[in-house]
């Protein structure tokens, strides 16, 4: 056996050759510098050694001598196999040959990340395979070994997102840990170098060809080396055998603004981690911890336009305070911590209309979004419990998104959208209760749009004609000027609003009866028909009134829950008034209006009950008061609508 530290790229025997597009990186290609920064930071939580300090992770871009890569001439020979068994495809040649001219200059660009207060990677001093840390890192594919079941990252592909940092497509790993694997304590050196090439011939007999991956180990069986490796002079940060890994990518891609890509990515994901004093990071000498991110989330010149309302709301969030409604939500696998902070109309652009989702460890995965009108910012924050492992069973490899189909079991995948529906539609209750009773942000019901999307996450599973159709018209009455009008008054309004007093008129005898309208005409300029029933009053004993719509009212109306017909109806009242009823129709495309069958509606959790189940009252209304009015129908999709409270 060969025992020496030098790169040995093992043979395929003649098996599956690799080529350039690899599906273990392609997951990452979008948005590289975020999932770069991401998948490293977490795997250091996950890492975390002592509950007492925080985890610390540095970024440091620094430059080496090309000669003191090691096994450098190696490395150049396998790349120059690789052009030379893909010569037939001139995209290989020129993305190989450009790494040959990389290694021919003098010095190169490297980026060095270490962590600190983690136990490094456990399982650097055996080759045995079961539960090694540092095998699942360096050799797995689609391996993870992490020690929690709540870890940040539990794919095993998060490792791929460095390889893409590198122009060369070579990392090295050099750790110290503080345990074996199993779990004794004791201290423990190893490094390795990995390199995702593309397949090239094995040897100068150029019948075989190799995997694509190499390794620069100390054996034929690529084994780790028992010592760390120090590419940095500078570092001197690891002193007395202090616990941790150094990971250093070769040939580092430095856009000129990775830092500022970098910092955001870090923000956007780990915020509660660094505010909750769990994590902090240095980012070529960019402190952030809990200290200095106040400054940093107000800092124009660090943070991104477009991330500025999410920092500062995040920030806010975590922070606390008299504005912020915390709340602990009960669900069938556990609780979840909600946060709520309405923002006032001169504060109002930076409110995200979303609500970030957290997960333990304290790493964001996703958001719920709500209207562009409801001026408020939310979290949730889903704790070390079932409830967390059941949403962690279904994340994407780039942990972004909870994908419910991804499991294999139509039971399961039900089970799971039930999850994740309950989840959102407690959050949109809360949302709704905040902002009704918040003095700082009344409802402002300004028309279509304004409703909570049922469906918050796409799965793949519904077809076109299943999704919603966001550009349908939603559930608003035609805004109108307020008008106040005296319920004393027999005076037409311009629009024939208002309770409108009619006096019944009599027969030519003495002892007539009094004949009054019992319908409605609500055409502008129509007159009133009588009814054809008698009062048994005589004239001018009473005043009798007519049906009247409320006009000049603008009502938001919302989808709580599409599937169970579900609507909340809000409006603020005009006039004082006891006898109100509301009734409520389905507008076509022509926006002819249909009957919509109400099955029951609530006013602050006390029901309102019907004669017919499509007219609900009585209620009472007064000026200025905003009412909501929780309503369940016969529909089980989104619709257009038209509301109508009629006073009697």
Known sequence: MNEENEWRFPKSNFGERKGISSGDTEAFKKAPYQAFAREILQNSIDARDSNDFPVRVEFHEFEISTNDIPGVEKLKEAIKNCIALWEHKPEYVEEYQQMLDILQQSSITCLRISDFNTNGLVGIETIEQKNNQFLALTKGTGISEKSSGLSGGSKGMGKNAAFLMSSLRTVFYSTISNKDLSNNPGTHFGSIGVAELISGYADESKEDYTQGTGYFGSDDRNNASKETIKLENSLNTRMNNQYGTDIYIIGFKNDRNWKQEVINSI????????????????????????????????????????????????????????????????????????????????????????????????????????????????????????????????????????????????????????????????????????????????LDPNGAGDFLPEEDFDDGSATDEEKPKLSEKVSVSKPKENSYVDKKSNENGENGQGLEPDIGDTDDSEDGDLVHPVGENSKDGDEYHPGKENSGEKAGD???????????????????????????????????????YLKIALLDDANK????????????????????????GPFDIHTNQKISLDINTDQNSYFASEVKVICK
């Not at 769990?278 to 991104?304: A, C, F, G, H, R």
């Not at 209006?593 to 609900?616: L, P, Y």
Request: hydrophobic letters at 40%.
């Open 267 to 442: 923000l956007d994901s780990f915020m509660a981690a660094i505010v909750l004093e769990q994590l902090e990071i240095s980012v070529d000498n960019n402190e952030i911890n809990n200290k200095t991110i106040k400054e940093i989330v107000y800092d124009d010149s660090i943070i991104d336009k477009g991330n500025k309302s999410n920092f500062i709301s995040q920030y806010r969030l975590l922070l606390g305070g008299e504005n912020v409604r915390v709340f602990e939500i009960d669900t069938q696998y556990g609780p979840f911590n909600l946060r709520i902070l309405p923002f006032s109309k001169n504060e109002e652009q930076l409110a995200t209309h979303s609500c970030v989702m957290i997960r333990c460890p304290l790493m964001k995965i996703r958001e719920f979004t709500f209207s562009k009108n409801f001026n408020v910012s939310a979290m949730c924050i889903i704790d070390d419990n079932a409830l967390g492992k059941q949403l962690r069973s279904i994340e994407n490899p780039q942990h972004i998104d909870w994908e419910p189909k991804r499991l294999n079991k139509p039971n399961l995948i039900k089970e799971m959208k039930n999850i994740i529906r309950d989840i959102r539609d407690q959050i949109n209750n809360k949302v709704m209760e905040c902002l009704q009773l918040d003095d700082l942000n009344p």
């Open 542 to 580: 009473k005043i009798i009134f007519r049906r009247s719509i409320l006009a000049g009212v603008k009502y938001k109306v919302l989808s709580i829950n599409k599937n169970k017909g579900i609507l909340r109806v809000i409006f603020y009242a005009p006039i004082d008034y006891e006898n109100c």
């Open 593 to 616: 209006s249909s009957e919509v069958a109400i099955n029951s509606m609530t006013r602050n959790g006390i029901q309102i009950f019907s004669d017919d189940n499509q007219e609900f």
